[in-house]
């Protein structure tokens, strides 16, 4: 079957650094989208990865490795703002994405 | 770029009532959309697919009768709750995936929230 496995929630520190891990198993690969929601709002789209190795876009940086079924969302330089529920969404062999319940962040002050 | 829109972003009805809700891409050409329903605390649930001109694809206990879905343009899906109860209040997100992208990305509308009294 498809599986996303993610922490339920952490907790970080304004200034810090944070990773969010993620491991899967899909039917067939085609890559893996990293999702921010905010609390009742929609998904929006923060990285993408598609070839082994890290994928860097400001403060976010995501890691891919396809051998191990394995992603992490890097986030730097944590600001308040940044409290939201992170989703790992791989692309299985019919390019349909496969959601988790993804990983709520709380950052403190 | 890629924006999608969703109307309307709320949404109070009666139980036995019938709820359309849009989802339009802006600025380009949608050939696929994708409806979900997330309850609180809870992760996205694809209902269906649609592409345009052809029937919707639905996921296993989803009752296609119920939930009608219309892709009549590449820039406009609908679906239309039929004879909501309150079991269905739900969020409801719909996604457009551009045409001819190089990464199949899905890009969000904002949501409707659906109320059933």
């Known amino acids: 079957g498809q599986n996303i496995d993610q922490p339920t929630e952490m907790t970080a520190t304004e200034g810090a650094i944070v990773q969010i891990n993620c491991t899967y198993q899909t039917s067939g690969f085609n890559g893996l989208f990293w999702y921010q929601q905010h609390a009742g709002e929609a998904p929006t789209f923060l990285s993408y990865n598609v070839l082994d190795g890290l994928e860097e876009k400001g403060r976010f940086s995501s890691f891919l490795s396809r051998s191990k079924g394995y992603s992490y969302l890097l986030l730097k330089e944590l600001q308040m703002k940044d409290s939201a529920s992170y989703l790992c969404?791989?692309?299985?062999?019919?390019?349909?994405?496969?959601w988790g319940a993804g990983t709520k962040l709380i950052i403190k002050p | 770029g890629a924006v999608v829109s969703q109307h309307p972003s709320w949404v109070i009805c009666k139980s036995g009532t019938s709820v359309k809700i849009e989802c339009r891409s802006l600025?380009?050409?949608?050939?696929?959309m994708f409806w979900y329903r997330q309850f609180p605390k809870q992760s996205l649930m694809l209902m269906a697919t649609?592409?345009?001109?052809?029937?919707?694809?639905?996921e296993q206990g989803v009752e296609k009768d119920k939930f009608l879905i219309n892709h009549a343009s590449l820039t406009l899906s609908t679906l239309t709750v039929t004879s909501a109860h309150p079991e269905d209040s739900s969020f409801y997100i719909c996604?457009?995936?551009?045409?001819?992208?190089?990464?199949?990305?899905?890009?969000f509308g904002p949501g409707t929230r659906l109320t059933v009294l």
């Open positions: 600025d380009f050409q949608a050939t696929t």
């Open positions: 649609s592409n345009e001109g052809s029937k919707a694809t639905y």
């Open positions: 996604s457009a995936r551009e045409a001819g992208s190089d990464y199949n990305e899905q890009f």
């Open positions: 969404a791989p692309m299985d062999s019919n390019y349909q994405l496969i």
